[in-house]
């Protein structure tokens, strides 16, 4: 029978939709499924190895290459659908941490530094004063040793380590400076801003000359004979690091009005490498009038050497797992300086008939009163110009610059002053070491890997040392090459070369921005500038990269002061 399509019209229902009814129910009786398109592929019934995905790390770029072709299987993106709920949340589950935590830091701590058979002579004097000068010296077995090992290093932000590394906690450490209740921070100034700064200035003027230097010995430069050793021997002499407050010669151009700013370039050098510096140290600031002395406290970290301070795996305190007790920072600091020091008096030719004189004699040295040779040593008072268009008066700084020995030019035979400075191994297989090679095998036939590896470890110090000598003008700085006789053993070292290098080409090596130093120390004296007179401390935080400005009572320190003045003069009748 013909149906017509008027029935067929009239039988369509009534509401606006037709098909299935709809419903919300995710049960098929009793089962639940998922919705899905016809053009989801139809794959594995089920993936075990989905949950692979949430594993850092352990599939690479492999792993989750595989993961996103897994996505196009079948239900794979609506699996979330049969997840079981569990009762509680995973979140408040948590493992019971077994692994040792360090409660000690390490590092330069209060007061790190080292004087080795300190004298003091006379009282300590006012600023200009000529009765207390600090002396740095050594004498085998007999070094006293001031240095506070409570800091430590780490914590530097990122960290480019092993998968063993993961684990590892915080390292906390000291800051080098106890900060007192009743001082006030004014500033607070974090590295990424000091490393934009920048300010153009001359190459600085000589004002005077003091001291004088004896001849390099060459000898030092030739690779040792094989087979041979040439031992690092103790030679005591007279030299001395005063800070700049007590620096007669300073206290005398700061009366006749030379300059704004007074500083020594060990306290300069610091402030110009501060972006570079891990560990923590500290510079006193006094404002008098118009005038700006940048001090270092006696004991100050800024007159340690420290060792592999850039490293990535930097040397461990006793709480953090280290068992050789030489290898402690605070003890890898004073074999360093100790080094340092009989390594400049051992390449020098002493001869009272054939030295470097300059206009005048040392101003610390008495001969009625010391009983060891004065080493050479000369230093320069240096000006340099850091006015900027805007200044209505000149601001200019003076700096007093030291230099080590002098040298005669193979070509032209002209006099070069140098820089002696002394690089040390201390165990190249021990931890701390900084992934350091043998020197014994590989400094003569790869040396430019050796220096590239310290450039990497010792960052800071090799910066410091590059600033200095291009403060004093030094023509050469020579780095010498000082490793252990034993790794076990850090009272016998012996001298496996020396390199010598142009300040300036060097600091281009380094990447070292002399324009970026001068801007930070412009930028630390305006501050201090635009504060009204009195006493200040610009410390290095010891866990984070930044500075901090404090204003102190006038009265900071000089107890201190006379404290150490009275250690001193016992250690050397202690000595005698």
């Not at 004097?125 to 007999?142: E, I, L, N």
């Not at 005038?291 to 592999?308: A, E, H, P, T, Y």
């Not at 290098?501 to 412009?522: C, S, T, Y």
């Amino acid at each position: 029978m013909p149906i017509s399509l008027a029935d067929i019209v009239g039988n369509l229902p009534s509401d606006e939709t037709w098909g299935p009814p709809t419903t919300s129910d995710a049960l098929v009786d009793g089962v639940p499924y998922a919705p899905y398109s016809k053009g989801d592929k139809l794959g594995r019934m089920a993936d075990w190895t989905n949950e692979g995905k949430d594993r850092e790390g352990r599939g690479g770029r492999q792993q989750y290459n595989r993961y996103q072709r897994d996505q196009q299987v079948y239900g794979a993106g609506t699996s979330s659908l049969f997840a079981v709920q569990v009762a509680e949340d995973e979140s408040s589950f948590s493992v019971v941490d077994n692994t040792r935590t360090s409660t000690k830091t390490r590092g330069f701590g209060r007061g790190g530094a080292t004087i080795f058979r300190g004298r003091g002579r006379g009282g300590r004097d006012a600023r200009g004063g000529r009765g207390t000068f600090q002396r740095v010296g050594g004498r085998g077995g007999q070094q006293q040793n001031y240095y506070d090992n409570r800091g430590g290093r780490g914590g530097r932000g990122r960290r480019f380590g092993g998968w063993k590394d993961y684990d590892k906690p915080q390292r906390n450490r000291d800051s080098s400076v106890n900060i007192k209740s009743d001082w006030q921070m004014l500033e607070e100034i974090d590295f990424n801003r000091l490393a934009k700064l920048n300010l153009e200035t001359s190459a600085g003027e000589d004002i005077d000359s003091y001291g004088f230097l004896y001849y390099y010995d060459r000898m030092y430069d030739k690779p040792p004979v094989k087979n041979t050793e040439r031992k690092l021997n103790v030679v005591d002499r007279a030299a001395y690091n005063v800070t700049t407050s007590q620096d007669p010669i300073i206290h005398e151009l700061a009366e006749k009005d030379e300059a704004t700013i007074f500083a020594t370039d060990n306290i300069l050098s610091m402030l110009m490498c501060a972006p570079r510096s891990i560990y923590s140290w500290d510079i006193v600031i006094t404002r008098s009038g118009n005038k700006i002395f940048l001090d270092k406290r006696d004991g100050s970290s800024i007159d340690m050497v420290s060792v592999n301070e850039n490293a990535a795996d930097a040397p461990l305190e006793a709480s953090e797992g280290n068992k050789d007790s030489i290898n402690f920072p605070g003890a890898l600091a004073l074999e360093a300086t100790f080094i340092n020091h009989n390594f400049v008096n051992q390449t020098v030719q002493e001869s009272e008939t054939n030295k470097f004189e300059m206009q005048h004699e040392n101003p610390f040295y008495n001969p009625s009163e010391e009983t060891e040779a004065l080493a050479s040593k000369a230093y320069k008072y240096r000006r340099f110009d850091l006015s900027l268009e805007k200044d209505e008066d000149p601001l200019h700084l003076i700096v007093r610059t030291e230099l080590d020995a002098v040298v005669k030019n193979n070509i032209s035979g002209d006099d070069q002053l140098l820089v002696v400075k002394a690089l040390n191994e201390f165990d190249h297989k021990a931890q701390g070491s900084g992934g350091a090679l043998d020197w014994r095998s590989k400094l003569t036939s790869q040396r430019g890997a050796v220096v590239a590896t310290e450039m990497k470890n010792n960052s800071c110090k090799l910066a410091r040392w590059t600033v200095q000598s291009i403060l004093a003008k030094a023509d050469v700085m020579k780095l010498g090459f000082v490793s252990r006789t034993t790794p076990k053993s850090n009272d016998r070292h012996v001298i496996l070369g020396v390199m010598g290098h142009d300040p300036r080409k060097f600091a281009e090596q380094m990447n070292l921005n002399l324009n970026n130093g001068w801007g930070i120390v412009r930028t630390i004296i305006d501050m201090v500038r635009s504060m009204k007179d009195g006493k200040y401390v610009l410390v290095k935080d010891p866990n984070k990269s930044l500075l901090r400005l404090y204003e102190v009572p006038a009265g900071t320190f000089e107890e201190e002061d006379g404290g150490e003045g009275i250690t001193e003069e016992g250690t050397e009748q202690g000595d005698d």
